[in-house]
């Protein structure tokens, strides 16, 4: 998704998820995969929507202050 721009070891990402689904942002369902074996899914739960909705403004927020401070005196870049 990201272009291994951001990669996340596999230690950090299944206890995030549960984290998240403790918290009521996700839900999982154990489903069959394309590989034949049964996998857990996870989506949003509305809350996790609204949660994500905020952190995306958020971190909105703080790259277009970023933006600022590295613009130099005078508009171009």
Do not use: C
Not at 42 to 53: H, V
């Amino acid at each position: 998704i990201s272009r291994d721009v951001v990669q996340v070891p596999q230690g950090s990402l299944y206890p995030a998820l549960h984290r998240l689904e403790n918290r009521g942002l996700l839900t999982a369902d154990w489903k069959m995969s394309d590989t034949g074996r049964e996998s857990k899914f996870y989506r949003l739960t509305p809350k996790g929507r609204k949660q994500l909705k905020k952190e995306a403004a958020s971190w909105l927020r703080l790259t277009e202050a970023i933006e600022l401070i590295l613009k130099p005196a005078g508009g171009s870049r």
